[in-house]
């Protein structure tokens, strides 16, 4: 699959999951656990879509601090605003397997806000990064 492709597909992947997520976010009766794995799903794959679209290699791994750092090793990173995303790994990793511990709670319409901001935020890397590689081509 070409690169583009793969953003694309990522990206359309992460959307999907934050639809899912909005949907499901007002049914009192699913868990927590729930809505945050389709947060946390729809940022990871936002994040490996970036990575991709910049020709950084990535594991297979639920970890966003992971994905986060090889962002970081290359100069790229999220803005302050988003940096509390890290919270959401656990629902991918250990929340996924293990009951929710009681001091753990979700913020249900903060994580929406948060999956939404995050998702806008690498669609505008990807986008102008891209507009301006079009850009470079036509002048070439």
């Known amino acids: 699959m070409k690169r583009h492709e793969l953003v694309r597909l990522l990206l359309q992947k992460a959307a999907q999951d934050q639809a899912a997520m909005a949907r499901l976010l007002p049914d009192t009766d699913l868990n927590d656990e729930i809505i945050g794995f389709h947060a946390q799903q729809a940022v990871e794959k936002a994040l490996k879509a970036w990575l991709a679209y910049l020709g950084i290699d990535y594991p297979k791994v639920h970890h966003l601090e992971t994905l986060l750092a090889l962002l970081a090793a290359q100069g ?5 605003n988003l940096a509390g995303v890290t919270k959401l790994t656990p629902f ?4 996924r397997y293990e009951e929710l511990p009681l001091a753990v709670t979700l913020d249900r319409a903060d994580a929406l806000q948060l999956v939404q901001r995050i998702l806008v935020f690498v669609n505008q890397q990807v986008g102008e990064r891209a507009e301006g590689r ?5 002048r070439a």
């Open 92 to 95: 991918a990793t250990v929340f």
């Open 76 to 80: 790229h990173s999220l803005p302050d």
């Open 134 to 138: 079009r850009e470079d081509e036509k």
